[in-house]
């Protein structure tokens, strides 16, 4: 196998991932880099997925949601709503989902527990910086997973991504694209 070896620099290229094999052989080769993760764009696989945030706010009418776009100015006390959309094109075991979440946010359900939603079963666990579901079987279709949070520092915040990994066949894994988030100070600071 001939394969060259680069100098390590801040520039990846698709270039660096062609290597020449001049005889059958086994091997494996790992390539990682950094990115901020505003900047991750979306990917799929048999796995798709798609995240939102929206600013829920009580109406005479009941609660609305509004979702929350690119440059939109969020406040502190604001409650946000999660939502998570899944698509499966075939039926999976062992599946984990893991959603990020920016600093300035904490959630509401923090009680780890099984659920069961849309003739889905799975185990949803917060912890201190993701929120993570657990399922032990997946079939073929289409889940919306929805959790509450409140704003509760100001600033600039990476809200990071959702990812999606089968445990048993790591080759099947996705995920969303990055969020950022803009939280103004409350007016009487």
Not at 37 to 52: C, D, G, Q, V
Not at 124 to 139: I, L, M, Q, W
Request: net charge negative.
């Amino acid at each position: 196998m001939t394969v060259s070896s680069q100098k390590v620099t801040s520039e990846v290229s698709p270039a660096g991932g062609n290597l020449e094999e001049a005889s059958a052989s086994w091997g494996s080769v790992y390539w990682q880099y950094f990115e901020n993760l505003e900047k991750i764009t979306f990917a799929e696989t048999p796995l798709k997925l798609s995240k939102r945030l929206f600013i829920q706010k009580n109406t005479d009418r009941g609660p609305v949601l509004q979702p929350i776009n690119d440059g939109d100015k969020i406040h502190i006390g604001d409650k946000i709503k999660v939502r998570i959309e899944l698509r499966v094109d075939r039926d999976m075991e062992y599946v984990h989902m893991k959603d990020m979440r920016a600093s300035c946010m904490e959630p509401t359900n923090v009680i780890s527990e099984y659920k069961y939603q849309d003739g889905l079963g799975y185990y949803e666990t917060t912890k201190d910086v993701s929120t993570n579901f657990f399922f032990g079987y997946v079939n073929k279709g289409t889940y919306v997973f929805e959790y509450p949070m409140f704003v509760t520092h100001s600033g600039n915040f990476s809200n990071g991504i959702t990812t999606i990994q089968c445990m048993y066949a790591p080759e099947f894994t996705a995920h969303s694209e990055g969020v950022r988030v803009q939280v103004e100070p409350d007016s009487c600071q």
